[in-house]
């Protein structure tokens, strides 16, 4: 099922401001699922309204209660979410970054006490566009098995890195992680066998029954018991593919947020205090050459790698490339919407007395 | 064959003395050898002297220009390298922007016009010796393919992070690629199989023989001329493995250090201008909370790491583990010199008329 991307927007800021957020706020978590969904990310879309909407209710996430700026200096930003959703601390670091660094060329903030925040590169992308360097990362609830580890510690630990270029910024985002937790339930989901080296079982034997692995995700994620396996490190299950750097990236992402922040480590989100943590960081670009020189040469490289000799039958893909023509089509023909996330809507319309999507 | 830290210090000084580096400069070069084979990583020791000396005598490397710093500011440095080699830029960047990140919590440099520069650790450790976080990245010669390419247009393309702790920092050093080029070269000169997804040929299989992927290397790595294949980026060979995040991490440091320093990018340093482009960063973590408590609760982490449940006859270890250890073993033991070395350094003395240092 398709609706178009105004038709979600109008939806989706009527129920966030049913459950108590301002209409800012509002506007701006819709804005975020919509962006998500428009880009194809739909593990970020609409589908996790319901999940938002359950930790509302549960006291989770409190919508009224107000960030708090806790340091500030030209540079450098501490930030109280205050246990509202990451979004709304997120956009406001972001956006306070950006006329930092076209002053001070280089400015990052911690978040601490926040929740989801949507996509890393929704604010990385807020840089880009002003012409600058945008860099996004979040620790998440415990996933990921380190390097010959049997239990899982590691949060999928989102990283996105933006960089100005036309006809689009690069866009690298994603889980430092082999897999985001999100592709496996989709998988299983659709009752599909996983095709790599995603996720092991607790003698850390590759895992390929999707249902099998979605099973563990949700105990290691969401239950303080842990009989083992997760999502592997980026490398793989051998340490002989260097998973140990996959394994090194993923603490990278644990220093600069639950550490730096003084708040949960992965590890602990689901078994101590349920909080996640933020970093962000904007880099001046135009400190160091003349930027339309600058973006032309990243421009140059990027064409140049796309028209490399390839594997006959497949492509090359700057990272970005294939998000920005998503946006472009599901803005045409409107985004899609799975028969679950369906369901899950039509009752949150019906408890809030909103209208559906008409399409819907 | 084993020598002492010190004569290799004292030898290595003299030499780079001969071919015309200051007094200094010969320190902190030796130094940064010396600093690698002690910790293990002989690849980037004694045994890249012979190269270092014929870029010296080719005109590569021009031992007696001046650093120049093109522009700076209280957070931010642009610094032209002037053909040198890269350790001496890099100190000088590295060291003023521990000063500076002292008073502004965040500063970066970008290098131009550089060279090799030792190993990426080297730098961010002096950040960690001062309390606070380093960041350190090079570009390199082509090596890498990117995901489905069957052509090496990336770098392999070295990063650090290093975070302060005891009772040593962390250190996260490597090549962003899968591995880096020396350790095919040694597995290829002590004619041993490569164990993992490393390389591949020009049909993207992956190659097990060392010694044709130490030949594809040099190919792509040093003359004009591409007939295909070359390293594999973390993930390996297979899509479905998320090689693309590793293409895109490559592609960070490519946009950080070639195109801000508006440098050659990797793919061009075997077929044009011969230089590299470095960026190094420091984040004072003491803005945002008391550095003895964040060092406690990294510690913490890393600790609960080690002792997670782990498949019997492995080890969990935290990147820094390994590299403290080879250093405090090699400090006592002397560091090791292989034949090949061995007879290099010999020819190196001879012609400098410099005594070996008396184990050899």
Redesign the interface.
């Known amino acids: 099922m398709r609706i178009t991307a105004a038709a979600e927007t109008e939806f989706l800021e009527k129920v966030f401001q049913s459950v108590g957020f301002s209409a800012e706020n509002g506007t701006l978590l819709a804005d975020t699922l919509v962006d998500a969904d428009l880009r194809g990310i739909s593990s970020h879309g609409i589908q996790r309204l319901d999940w938002y909407i359950r930790m509302v209710q549960d006291g989770t996430i409190k919508p009224q209660n107000q960030i708090k700026i806790l340091?500030e200096?030209?540079?450098?930003m501490?930030i109280d979410a205050n246990g509202n959703m990451g979004q709304i601390a997120s956009a406001l670091a972001m956006n306070s970054l950006i006329k930092k660094a076209k002053t001070?060329?280089?400015?990052?903030a911690?978040i601490r006490n926040s929740n989801h925040f949507g996509t890393a590169g929704y604010y990385s992308r807020l840089a880009a566009k002003a012409g600058l360097?945008g860099i996004s990362t979040t620790n998440t609830r415990p996933l990921v098995v380190?390097?010959?580890?049997?239990?899982a510690?590691l949060g999928s630990n989102a990283f996105a890195?933006t960089?100005p270029a036309e006809p689009h910024p690069?866009v690298?985002d994603?889980a430092?992680a082999?897999?985001s937790s999100g592709k496996i339930m989709v998988l299983a989901k659709n009752q599909k066998p996983i095709?790599?080296?995603w996720a092991v079982d607790r003698?850390?034997n590759v895992i390929h029954d999707s249902k099998k692995a979605a099973e563990i995700l949700s105990e290691v994620a969401f239950t303080e018991h842990q009989s083992?396996g997760g999502v592997l490190t980026?490398?793989?299950n051998?340490?002989?593919?260097?998973n140990?750097?996959?394994?090194?990236?993923s603490?990278?992402v644990?220093?600069l947020t639950g550490?730096?922040?003084?708040g949960s480590?992965s590890?602990d989100t689901s078994t101590g205090k349920h909080d996640f943590s933020q970093f962000f960081?904007v880099?001046n670009?135009a400190?160091?050459?003349d930027l339309a020189?600058?973006k032309a040469?990243?421009e140059k490289?990027f064409d140049?790698?796309r028209h490399?000799?390839?594997?006959p039958g497949?492509?090359?893909?700057?990272?970005g490339d294939r998000e920005y023509r998503n946006y472009d089509n599901n803005l045409k023909q409107g985004v899609t919407i799975d028969p679950k996330t369906t369901q899950e809507i039509t009752a949150i319309a019906k408890k809030f007395s909103i209208d559906l999507p008409q399409a819907l």
Do not use: C, W
């Open positions: 340091k200096t030209a540079t450098s501490l001070t060329n280089v400015a990052m911690v360097i380190p390097t010959n580890a049997i239990e510690f890195f960089f690069f690298f994603g430092t082999s897999v095709p790599g080296e003698n850390r083992g980026l490398g793989g051998q340490e002989e593919n260097s140990y750097k996959g394994f090194g990236n603490l990278v644990e220093l550490i730096l922040a003084q480590i590890a960081m880099i670009p400190f160091f050459g020189t600058l040469n990243a490289m140049r790698i490399l000799d390839h594997v497949t492509h090359i893909m700057i990272p």
